[in-house]
């Protein structure tokens, strides 16, 4: 299975995380919302500059930037 960013899911789209490539304090900041290696995510909506965007994770639903997203490793379901 091929790894793409976060940031590329289209809204409707759903992957598992794979890996965060943050820092220790940015890392555990994704960590603390949810995002751990084996999380399904939904990409539920992008604003129309595409920043930020809204994901579904563990039941809440979190905007993250564009950014932050493409440090985040996903393979689609």
């Given at each position: 299975?091929?790894?793409?960013?976060?940031?590329?899911?289209?809204?409707?789209?759903?992957?598992?995380?794979?890996?965060?490539?943050?820092?220790?304090?940015?890392?555990?900041?994704?960590?603390?919302?949810?995002?751990?290696?084996?999380?399904?995510?939904?990409c539920l909506?992008?604003?129309?500059?595409?920043?930020?965007?809204?994901?579904?994770?563990?039941?809440?639903?979190?905007?993250?930037?564009?950014?932050?997203?493409?440090?985040?490793?996903?393979?689609?379901?």
């Amino acid at each position: 299975m091929s790894l793409i960013s976060l940031n590329t899911l289209a809204v409707g789209e759903k992957a598992y995380v794979s890996k965060l490539g943050f820092g220790a304090k940015d890392r555990r900041r994704m960590q603390d919302i949810g995002l751990i290696d084996g999380t399904r995510v939904e990409c539920l909506g992008k604003a129309i500059s595409g920043d930020p965007a809204a994901y579904l994770i563990r039941g809440a639903v979190i905007a993250l930037r564009s950014e932050d997203a493409a440090k985040i490793a996903v393979s689609k379901i």
